[in-house]
């Protein structure tokens, strides 16, 4: 078996890595600047508290990968598979980003941040997103069901659709704007005007 190379404390700029195989390899406080990932095969590495910026993770196998405390800005990361991330180093946060057809199905994300976010046509299906926040995020056709939303914060999110009926919600924030994503189902003709 390979021994483990690992990068401390190091910046990687403009680097492309896509249909690349990386193995062996922690990163540790490291920074990613405008990398590309695409169908790149990360599998078994280790990223921890690491940032990437304006990186390319678009269908990347990450099967087994480790990531704890990772920060992703201005990323694209189109129909990346997280329910095959090592679950022992499983933490993220995400700015500007582009997650659109990603899957998180039985993740647990608690207190996770999405910020100005496109989760477009994403599943949530039974993910423990407990205390996670959706600031001004674009949830359209995203799937939550079963899903574990206590205490999240949806109060600047648009375009959701969750079923109360279906999703543990105690103490989660809506907008009096929004809530029409928590009445879908009962096909209501919403008027904002009076």
Do not use: W
């Not at 608690?110 to 477009?120: A, E, G, V």
């Not at 079923?163 to 907008?175: E, I, M, R, T």
């Amino acid at each position: 078996m390979e021994e483990t190379v690992v990068h401390t404390n190091k910046t990687f700029s403009g680097i492309d890595y896509s249909e690349k195989k990386l193995r062996n390899r922690e990163f540790v406080q490291c920074e990613f600047v405008s990398c590309d990932f695409t169908k790149s095969d990360l599998k078994g590495n280790d990223f921890e508290d690491c940032t990437f910026r304006q990186c390319n993770f678009s269908m990347v196998d990450v099967d087994e990968t480790g990531f704890r405390n990772a920060k992703f800005i201005g990323c694209k990361m189109l129909g990346v598979d997280f329910t095959r991330c090592s679950k022992f180093a499983f933490s993220f946060s995400f700015t500007d980003c582009h997650l659109d057809y990603s899957n998180f199905f039985g993740t647990k994300l608690k207190k996770t941040i999405f910020k100005n976010c496109t989760l477009k046509d994403v599943e949530f299906t039974e993910a423990d997103l407990t205390a996670s926040e959706f600031l001004a995020c674009d949830l359209t056709s995203a799937r939550f069901s079963n899903t574990n939303l206590e205490k999240a914060d949806f109060r600047t999110a648009i375009n959701f659709a969750i079923d109360p009926d279906d999703n543990k919600l105690k103490k989660a924030k809506f907008s009096a704007l929004n809530l029409d994503g928590l009445l879908y189902k009962h096909n209501l003709d919403i008027d904002y005007n009076n």
